[in-house]
């Protein structure tokens, strides 16, 4: 049986945008820091936004609390651009090749519990078994603690598990447990994955 893991933002939907802009006003607005978009998006396809404002914030007298004002304006923010979230190029044609494949298809994500709420107006969620997100309680990428909840739970094989995202900790999450991992990214990169695809339809080629 195969299996396929999918990472949400900018793999299944096109919200970067969102993403960023959202980062840029909390950073404006609670500590006075102005960067481009440009700038933001490209950190934040190295790491993740996370680990980015953690960073950025590290000088700040509690740095932890620095990190939590700056999580409760990005949501407001963030929150206010989901109408606006459409889904990547021919996502739907892959998802839906897959489940006529019967192969069982997964979210990981980072985002919060929005990620339900998203699935449901993008009508997507129905071609997913589960959809699993860091505030479930779980640790986040590239530690591999929700793909072993979903291996555990689902008695996934890791030769047959297929992990699909558009970042370099999505590739090392997916490798962390031997399962082959497909980059959805235009650009040459410096780290190495299994595939590597800038049009989602190649997906059909490869698994």
């Known amino acids: 049986m195969k299996s396929i893991v999918w990472d949400f933002d900018d793999t299944i939907a096109n919200s970067y945008p969102g993403i960023v802009s959202a980062t840029q006003k909390s ?3 609670n500590f006075g820091i102005s960067l481009s978009k440009d700038t933001i998006f490209k950190e934040a396809k190295k790491t ?8 950025l914030l590290k ?7 620095a990190v939590k004002v700056f999580y409760a304006s990005y949501f407001r923010f963030e929150k206010e651009y989901h109408d606006k979230i459409t889904l990547i190029p021919h996502v739907k044609n892959v998802l839906k090749y897959c489940d006529e494949k019967h192969y069982v298809q997964f979210i990981i994500t980072h985002r919060d519990q929005s990620i339900y709420d ?3 107006s993008l009508g997507i ?3 997913f078994k589960e959809i699993v997100s860091v505030s479930d309680g779980f640790k986040r ?12 739970k689902y008695d996934l ?17 997916g490798k962390g447990v ?7 990214n235009s650009e040459k990169v410096d780290f190495a994955c299994d595939h590597q695809v800038s049009d989602l339809l190649d997906v059909e080629k490869i698994i």
């Open 157 to 173: 094989k890791s030769d047959g598990l297929w992990v699909i995202g558009d970042r370099q900790i999505d590739i090392e999450f």
């Open 59 to 65: 000088d700040e007298e509690d740095q932890k609390q």
């Open 27 to 29: 950073l404006r607005e």
């Open 178 to 184: 031997g399962a082959h991992t497909i980059l959805l």
């Open 118 to 120: 998203l699935a449901k």
């Open 141 to 152: 990428k590239p530690n591999p603690e929700m793909l072993n909840y979903l291996i555990d």
């Open 125 to 127: 969620e129905h071609y």
């Open 48 to 55: 993740s936004i996370r680990r980015f404002v953690t960073d």
